[in-house]
């Protein structure tokens, strides 16, 4: 496997699935690694089209949201009863409830029974794993829930990751100086009170103070439309600025 970083775009909807838009989720490829990051409906299946989830190096969950975590419970079903079989548990990197909330779907009062499986292990602000030549840091971000940023390095190479995130000094440091920054520019425009998502200014704004290389705009609500979106925060960026899109696989 090439040791460059590329990112295939799996999901972009929000907040829900869409004919051939699933939500939230990518891959990440480098360092002899493959990482699913976020697994929302239907993004387990465009996983399938471009390698085998057996081949999972692992699984990482930016927030509990259902539109970046509910194909976990597909995963597992593919994994554990579908032929897709891993040699080994996949390790998942996610919030501390994840184990929980899926052990709830199958009316189990623990998550014992998916350890052989999927390997769940606590995200934390500042948590790293390393995969083959693929480093991965969480950083806490704003958001309503328990939420974490991504930062993945590989020979040289930074993706930064916003999932889901309002204006914060953590989300800056995260895409410092990274050479993409996969942000969500959910939102038109700000309620009072309200910093869990970002605009599309908030989004080239934070590109542009981070001194990142290019931006690509993902999770765009229904309030916008990707391409409005897009340009808008070009507009605050000022630099290289594209949609992401469903299947589309590109080097960092």
């Given amino acids: 496997m090439s040791p460059d970083l590329t990112l295939t775009v799996l999901g972009t909807a929000s907040p829900h699935p869409r004919p051939d838009q699933p939500c939230s989720g990518y891959l990440l490829r480098g360092g002899g690694a493959e990482v699913w990051v976020d697994a929302g409906p239907g993004s387990f299946a465009e996983l399938q089209r471009h390698t085998d989830p057996a081949r999972l190096s692992a699984i990482w969950i930016s927030h509990l949201h259902a539109d970046h975590d509910a194909d976990l419970l597909s995963a597992f079903y593919g994994l554990a009863y579908g032929g897709i079989t891993a040699p080994t548990p996949v390790p998942v990197y996610a919030p501390r409830e994840a184990t929980q909330r899926l052990a709830g779907f199958f009316g189990r009062p ?73 942000c969500e520019a959910d939102i038109d425009r700000h309620h009072e009170g309200e910093q869990v998502h970002l605009t599309p200014e908030d989004a080239g704004g934070t590109a542009r103070e981070a001194g990142v290389g290019r931006l690509l705009v993902t999770h765009v609500g229904p309030t916008l439309t990707p391409e409005s979106a897009t340009a808008r925060a070009a507009s605050a960026f000022g630099g290289p600025t594209a949609t992401a899109r469903v299947g589309e696989t590109g080097a960092v």
């Fill in 110 to 182: 623990d998550g014992s029974f998916l350890a052989g499986t999927l390997d769940f292990s606590p995200l934390y602000d500042g948590h790293t794993a390393r995969h083959g030549g693929l480093l991965l840091t969480a950083r806490a971000v704003v958001h309503d829930v328990e939420a974490y940023g991504l930062r993945a390095e590989c020979e040289g190479r930074v993706l930064a990751y916003s999932g889901d995130s309002g204006p914060c000094a953590a989300l800056t440091a995260l895409a410092r100086d990274a050479d993409l920054f996969l």
